[in-house]
Nanobody, 126 residues
Framework: QVQLVESGGGLVQAGGSLRLSCAAS????????LGWFRQAPGKEREFVAY????????GYADSVKGRFTISRDNVKNTLYLQMNNLKPEDTAVYYC???????????????????WGQGTQVTVSS
């Protein structure tokens, strides 16, 4: 059983930065892809970024490309999301998720991920 625990959310002004962390435990060696998603009030959960646990290939949503960086520490079993130049529209609950299959078709579809953290709130003020 994979367990994911996010941290690092908070309130920040527009243009500021935050770094989210996601501590992973359980069958992490079986995990192929870890991803970040976000959900704003009244909106669907949307893809932010993914990283392949082995090899480190990454992918990003167009809305965050160039501002956010996903990374992982294989020794600490921790996933990160460095968020720079934050905008009010980045305000959402951010979730990390584990996908027990490789990248490819559906990697940006939340329905293809198998395990989820509880989420951490990010609020960006204008």
């Amino acid at each position: 059983q994979v367990q994911l625990v996010e941290s690092g959310g908070g309130l920040v002004q527009a243009g500021g930065s935050l770094r989210l962390s996601c501590a992973a435990s359980g069958r992490t060696l079986s995990s192929y892809v870890l991803g970040w998603f976000r959900q704003a009030p009244g909106k669907e959960r949307e893809f932010v970024a993914y990283i392949r646990w082995s090899g480190g290939s990454t992918g990003y949503a167009d809305s965050v490309k160039g501002r956010f960086t996903i990374s992982r520490d294989n020794v600490k079993n921790t996933l990160y999301l460095q968020m720079n130049n934050l905008k009010p529209e980045d305000t959402a609950v951010y979730y990390c998720a584990d996908r027990l299959r490789g990248p490819g078709v559906g990697v940006s579809d939340f329905a293809t991920y198998d395990y989820w953290g509880q989420g951490t709130q990010v609020t960006v003020s204008s």
